[in-house]
């Protein structure tokens, strides 16, 4: 990939900025969240609530799908590749998306690679539970990442977990001298040039959103006030009683995430959200945010 | 970085999209630059930009907050505005396939008119009004301004369409030089807004500028 592509990748991420990506199963739903105001949707036949449930291996979307619901909005297309699967990410670069997420929530293809996403034009976003994580995404290309969270849960508290965990680390690597920085990434694993970067940058040196059990405007406000710079909502919006309400309020709740009152505001009155899981006492092989290193 | 505006100053409407990128550049050119989330934000400014991002969630989210009417007035009682990509598209009069949300400036564009992200793309060009040597320009999911009206100066044509145009109050253009190092387009809106800045009329780019300037102005805990 050229520097410039890279670039122009990193570019359209900065663009969705602010704004909920969501994760829709059909055309219909495709537009029920471009209705209500996602930068963009994520196409995939199952959301993570119902991979969980069902069990089985889960793959790359059928394009067919895929192509339908590109079809039918205006607003980005993204959708999932298996760990390591970088067939299917040519599959869906072949297709012209305008994201390919390289998804814990599929079964990888390969436990000791991530896909060489330098080989890549289109854009790819990854997950992360950590500062080590993240930046070796960033080194294999990816110009967007996101926390892992417990996607289909229904339950924050990982994504919390994430987002602290990147933040603590930043502040650390921020306040050490130079020569202690290589130790430092030594003891990570991360590329020593970019802990450079963030070093001066204080930050992520690309876009970074919120992912993985996302269920509430509250949610969505949360992880904006930890300093993410948008939020993916996965099962949480169509495995709610009532989708599209959910969905103007957790868009909404995102663009004004500090304040209160309009968050008490676009709270109320929201129907059940979708039923959720208790991390702590889950089995370690239900927990996806495993997959992947 | 905190941005502020006293009177007189540019604010970046801060709903969702490229608002730190913009903050950054006015930076830059020297002028007081704020966010505007609310509508009594909009007070004492001379302009607005209306940036990039994904323009029905701008225009959902305009509608929430009251924006859109408080942008409306401000604009009837002298406001300049600028929009970029998304914003462009707000400002049209006709967009093509759907509904015009502002409808302020007699153009017509067309949304993606590109295709895809792998359509995506930077190049250069002259623009002779807004500067003497040709700028970086960076187009992502670009629309394309189709026709022009009355009243409307074509300031960029490229190929089959337009790149830029602007009226007596508003400028629109369809690519985006906030992620690039050239400051020409944010010193013309500037100066179209009434606005003293330093610098010439050359392509005004920013040796400091790196592509990720933007984030001194990101929301950091």
Redesign the interface.
Known sequence: MAE?RY??????A??????VIMDVVNVEQAQIA???????VMALERVPADIRKQGGVARMSDPGLIKAIKAAV???VMAKARIGHFVEAQIL?AL????IDESEVLTPADEECHIDKTRF???FVCGARNLGEALRRIAEGAAMIRTKGEAGTGNVVEAVRHMRTM?REIRQLAALPTEEIISFAKVNGIPYELALEVKK???L?VVNFAAGGIATPADAALM????C?GVFVGSGIFKSSDPASRA?AI??AT??FNDPEQLLEVSMDLGDPMPGLDVATMASEQRLAGRGW | MQAVAGPGGIGVL????????HLDHLRRVGVSARPV?RTAELDGLVGLIIP???S??LS??LT??GLDVAIRQAYDHGLKLWGT??GAILLARENIG?TPFFGLIDIVVS??AF????D???REALAPAVAREPIPL?F??APKIVRTGEGVRVLLRLDDYIAAAEDDRILVTVF?PE?TPSLAFHRYFARKCGLSVAGGDDAGLDPDWT??S??DF????
């Not at chain 1, 900065?14 to 704004?19: A, E, F, N, T, V």
């Not at chain 2, 801060?14 to 990128?21: H, S």
């Not at chain 2, 990101?218 to 805990?221: A, D, M, Q």
């Open positions: 410039n670039l122009l990748n990193a570019q359209l900065q663009m969705l900025k602010g704004g471009q209705e209500a105001g996602a930068v963009a205006t607003i980005p670069q012209k998306i305008d994201y034009e289109i854009p933040n940058l204080g930050r040196p904006m006030q930890l300093g710079d103007r868009v909404k663009a004004c | 801060d709903l969702q999209g490229g608002v730190q990128e989330k990039g991002g994904e029905t969630c959902r989210l929430i907050f990509c998304a759907e949304r993606n295709g895809s992200q792998l995506s793309f930077n960076t992502i999911r985006h992620l592509p990720q933007w984030m990101s929301y950091h805990v």
